[in-house]
């Protein structure tokens, strides 16, 4: 019995231009069934696809409501930082990759003029100073559990987490003992960023159906500025 093995798909995209090529040569055109049918490769080894299960899978989807609050806040957080010239705002799928360790995606950055050294142009090397990871029930526990763990080690200043699903919001900063402290929003139910000075996110706004226009967002950035 022939063994049956998987063929690597530039090996099998190569042969087809091969023959491709080789029948253009004798003015031949290549048939629908001949650029679908199975190749052998010299010691006539059955050769097959590779299995559905064994194909990569594509990202969990997103809600609209998950999407529409990571815009929200990228839009707002960029605006704010360009008014004050504070520094730059990045969104997945830009990278950070630990040293050492495996890149990450997280939702939203914002890294400080000081760690422009570690920018490139589809990653960062080091923490970012602020992280903000927008959770669906798919990753809730992971940006709860092992991200917490990770961007606590790797010295983010600042990780927001919030909860669409749940209307809940988590803010830790690092102490100087390296490790997180929550912090709550004040009386109003604003958060008042200890690392993007002047920047305040009313949590509220974010539970609303129809969330702030770029216009009110430059307003609000308005607000903010004009008010310290």
């Known amino acids: ?5 998987f063929m690597d798909t530039d090996v099998y995209l190569d042969e087809l231009a091969q023959g491709a090529t080789a029948k253009s040569k004798r003015g031949e055109q290549l048939s629908f069934e001949e650029l679908i049918a199975p190749r052998q490769n010299s010691s006539q080894e059955n050769v097959r696809p590779l299995p559905v299960e064994e194909l ?5 989807p997103v809600t609209g409501r998950h999407q529409d609050l990571r815009l929200y ?18 969104e997945s799928p830009y990278r950070v990759v630990p040293q050492g360790g495996q890149p990450i995606e997280p939702d939203i950055v914002f890294i400080a003029h000081s760690h422009f050294d570690r920018v490139h142009d589809t990653y960062m090397e080091g923490p970012p100073d602020i ?3 927008v959770t669906s029930p798919e990753s809730t526990a992971f940006d709860r559990g ?33 490790l997180y402290g929550e912090f709550r929003t004040d009386m109003a139910g604003r958060y008042n960023s200890r690392v993007l000075k002047g920047f305040t996110l009313e949590v509220d706004r974010l539970w609303k159906r129809v969330l702030p226009s770029t216009i009110e967002i430059v307003d609000l950035v308005h607000n903010m500025v004009s008010t310290r």
Not at 1 to 5: E, L, S
């Open 1 to 5: 019995m022939n063994r049956v093995r």
């Open 56 to 60: 990569p899978r594509p990202p969990a």
């Open 73 to 90: 806040l990228t839009v707002l957080l960029k605006t704010f930082v360009e008014t004050r010239d504070a520094g730059l705002v990045r």
């Open 131 to 133: 992280v903000v990871e």
């Open 146 to 178: 092992e991200k917490f763990v990770l961007y606590e080690s790797l010295g983010v200043r600042e990780y927001w987490l919030i909860d669409p699903q749940r209307e809940l919001v988590n803010f830790y900063h690092l102490g100087p003992d390296g």
